[in-house]
């Protein structure tokens, strides 16, 4: 990949895990990266030259607004705006509870999208892309998950209709969709259960060369899964 200059890359939720892997290598890149999460400032890179830290919870849609307007007046236009802050676990049906609900779906679904929307006007018509850090589970369900595989797949509807209406201003939109990635979310499985587990750069650097192909080029979905197949 070459080296790019004066970019500049909104990450929510790219403090930790695939979010953490996708900001190290862009800032490896040249980009500058603004990262969103509730403890941004704990990013293993937080004061390399190029970072910008914002402690914000996604579900603040008050919070994100400033945000965007704050970014707006120091870093002007945005090139790349990648949508991974998200939160899963097993929901079973005999237990699902309303905070559950409202968590899954407020952090993966109401948070990409009013991010996307607060955003969205700071985005270079022409080129710039859309990364939604979606999962396996908005392609299928798994017995168990059913309210993330919802939120995913709730995920999944917007990103689809964004592409259609961002069509008109040049902005792209890409889904990743990844099977099981070894991240922080999984610490409190054991080792030997995460064998088969994807390390997040995997995913960070097919998520990084979507971003950076030439402006007549879309990967509207990505699907990254196991090689083992489903987990
Ligand atoms: N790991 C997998 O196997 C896998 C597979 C497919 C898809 N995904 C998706 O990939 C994304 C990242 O997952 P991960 O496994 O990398 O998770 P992770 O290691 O737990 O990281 C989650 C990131 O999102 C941020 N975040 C969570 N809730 C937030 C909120 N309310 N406001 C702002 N930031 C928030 C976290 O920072 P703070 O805690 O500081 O806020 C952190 O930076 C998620 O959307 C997940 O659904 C993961």
């Known amino acids: 990949m070459s080296q790019t200059i004066d970019r500049v890359a909104v990450i929510t939720g790219g403090s930790l895990g695939i979010g953490e892997a996708i900001s190290t290598q862009m800032l490896g890149l040249g980009w500058e990266v603004h990262i969103l999460a509730r403890r941004a400032s704990g990013y293993v890179h937080a004061d390399h030259d190029g970072c910008r830290t914002h402690d914000v919870d996604v579900r603040d849609l008050v919070a994100v607004k400033e945000t965007a307007d704050a970014i707006a007046s120091t870093s002007g236009r945005v090139d790349a705006l990648v949508l991974c802050a998200g939160v899963g676990y097993p929901t ?30 700071l985005l270079r018509d022409g080129h710039a892309v859309i990364t939604f850090v979606s ?41 990743i969709q990844p099977g099981s990635v070894d991240t ?39 699907f990254v899964n196991n090689a083992v197949g489903d987990l």
């Open 184 to 222: 922080p979310s999984y610490d409190h499985l054991r080792p030997e259960e995460k064998t088969e587990f994807m390390d997040p750069k995997s995913i960070a650097e097919l998520a990084v060369a979507a971003i950076q192909l030439p402006r007549q080029a879309c990967v509207e979905t990505l």
């Open 92 to 121: 079973p049906l005999h237990s699902v509870s309303r905070a559950q609900y409202d968590e899954l779906f407020d952090t993966n679904v109401a948070g990409s999208v009013f991010s996307t929307q607060a955003f969205t006007p």
């Open 135 to 175: 999962s396996i589970a908005g392609r299928r369900g798994f017995s168990d998950w059913s309210l993330y595989c919802a939120s995913k797949h709730a995920l999944e509807g917007f990103a689809a209709s964004m592409r259609d209406e961002l069509r008109p201003r040049r902005i792209r939109v890409t889904s």
